[in-house]
């Protein structure tokens, strides 16, 4: 079952990385992107599109 890219921010206790794409269904990267770094500032990020 596939959860939303926000809530598993929030789930997951330690981060090695994030990864994410640019496009994305529901949800753009950038947003996604600056969200994560107001919760998880310390986890370093990753953007790739195809």
């Given at each position: 079952?596939?959860i939303?890219?926000?809530?598993?921010?929030?789930?997951?206790d330690?981060?090695?990385?994030?990864?994410t794409?640019?496009?994305?269904?529901?949800?753009?990267?950038?947003?996604?992107?600056?969200?994560?770094?107001?919760?998880?500032?310390?986890?370093?990020?990753?953007?790739?599109?195809?």
């Open positions: 079952m596939a939303s890219p926000r809530k598993a921010v929030l789930d997951t330690v981060f090695v990385a994030m990864n794409d640019i496009k994305m269904p529901k949800q753009d990267g950038f947003k996604l992107i600056y969200w994560a770094k107001k919760h998880r500032p310390e986890t370093p990020v990753l953007m790739m599109t195809g």
